[in-house]
């Protein structure tokens, strides 16, 4: 898969596909474009399909410091620019990939026909802040194995492990992340404060709650859908990283989606 750099940053991405419409596939923190294996191969018969390592994830350039949403979502423009795609696209992102797809769409709403949103991680509630960072700095003292076990337990949970294979190739790739760049997305979401940006979306979107989802349960997501203007909500059976768990069902909830926008 090629590389290419912008602006001093370094990006991984694939794009496959064919036809006019372009859609983007944000992966979630911890995962990788991998993340969208199973999915992007349904969405790409109908469409040129863009998955990228987002900054500071798989093999993009890792990152130091600090980091923001806005940032996040400007890799996505250079990243258009730079290949060329011209008008608007539309956007499919999990977790914290659902939160820069859904900033992408409020910060450049000329540039956005539709956005999904699986399981949004737009931020930290007050309370929780203080023990996410504290995670943080766990992380970076002792490296991603010190929290795969509570990852997995609720982010994959054991009603999704059917595919034993599938489930220990996500956690085999989870640990190899680098845990400074980790440290410094999870930062980026406890400091992050989005309802104002998501009250600016104009373009349809589409919230996607989890009912198996121990890390944003579903009434968080809805709730998130409900800030932004017009937005629909479903719930389906998946958990948080649900285009890994159940890549067939978020593969149907997103053309379905998109199949009644461009309708």
Same mark, same amino acid.
């Given at each position: 898969?090629?590389?290419?750099?912008?602006?001093?940053?370094?990006?991984?991405?694939?794009?496959?596909?064919?036809?006019?419409?372009?859609?983007?596939?944000?992966?979630?923190?911890?995962?990788?474009?991998?993340?969208?294996?199973?999915?992007?191969?349904?969405?790409?018969?109908?469409?040129?399909?863009?998955?990228?390592?987002?900054?500071?994830?798989?093999?993009?350039?890792?990152?130091?410091?600090?980091?923001?949403?806005?940032?996040?979502?400007?890799?996505?423009?250079?990243?258009?620019?730079?290949?060329? #795609?011209? =008008?608007?696209? &539309?956007?499919?992102?999990? @977790?914290?990939?659902?939160?820069? +797809? $859904?900033?992408?769409? /409020?910060?450049?709403?000329?540039?956005?026909?539709?956005? #999904?949103? =699986?399981?949004? &991680?737009?931020?930290?509630? @007050?309370?929780?802040?203080?023990? +996410? $960072?504290?995670?943080? /700095?766990?992380?970076?003292?002792?490296?991603?194995?010190?929290?795969?076990?509570?990852?997995?337990?609720?982010?994959?949970?054991?009603?999704?492990?059917?595919?034993?294979?599938?489930? /220990?190739?996500?956690?085999?790739?989870?640990?190899?992340?680098?845990?400074?760049?980790?440290?410094?997305?999870?930062?980026?979401?406890?400091?992050?404060?989005?309802?104002?940006?998501?009250?600016?979306?104009?373009?349809?979107?589409?919230?996607?709650?989890?009912?198996?989802?121990?890390?944003?349960?579903?009434?968080?997501?809805?709730?998130?859908?409900?800030?932004?203007?017009?937005?629909?909500?479903?719930?389906?059976?998946?958990?948080?990283?649900?285009?890994?768990?159940?890549?067939?069902?978020?593969?149907?909830?997103?053309?379905?989606?998109?199949?009644?926008?461009?309708?």
């Amino acid at each position: 898969m090629p590389f290419i750099e912008l602006d001093g940053v370094a990006l991984r991405y694939e794009l496959s596909g064919a036809g006019d419409r372009i859609l983007v596939l944000v992966h979630e923190m911890g995962g990788s474009l991998e993340s969208w294996d199973e999915v992007a191969p349904h969405l790409a018969t109908s469409r040129r399909v863009l998955r990228y390592d987002t900054r500071g994830a798989g093999m993009s350039q890792k990152v130091r410091g600090e980091l923001t949403f806005d940032t996040m979502a400007a890799d996505i423009a250079a990243l258009l620019d730079t290949l060329q #795609i011209t =008008g608007k696209v &539309a956007l499919a992102g999990i @977790a914290v990939g659902g939160a820069i +797809a $859904l900033q992408f769409a /409020a910060q450049y709403p000329g540039r956005a026909s539709a956005v #999904i949103a =699986g399981s949004p &991680a737009t931020g930290i509630e @007050a309370a929780r802040r203080p023990a +996410a $960072l504290e995670r943080v /700095a766990r992380i970076e003292a002792l490296g991603m194995a010190s929290a795969v076990e509570d990852s997995m337990l609720n982010g994959y949970p054991p009603e999704l492990r059917g595919d034993g294979k599938r489930f /220990a190739q996500f956690r085999a790739r989870w640990l190899g992340n680098d845990p400074f760049s980790y440290a410094t997305i999870w930062r980026m979401l406890v400091n992050a404060d989005m309802p104002e940006t998501l009250s600016k979306i104009r373009c349809p979107a589409l919230v996607i709650g989890g009912s198996l989802d121990r890390v944003r349960q579903p009434a968080i997501a809805q709730d998130v859908s409900e800030t932004i203007p017009g937005a629909r909500y479903v719930e389906v059976r998946t958990g948080h990283y649900m285009a890994v768990q159940t890549p067939d069902l978020i593969a149907s909830c997103i053309n379905e989606f998109l199949r009644s926008v461009d309708a």
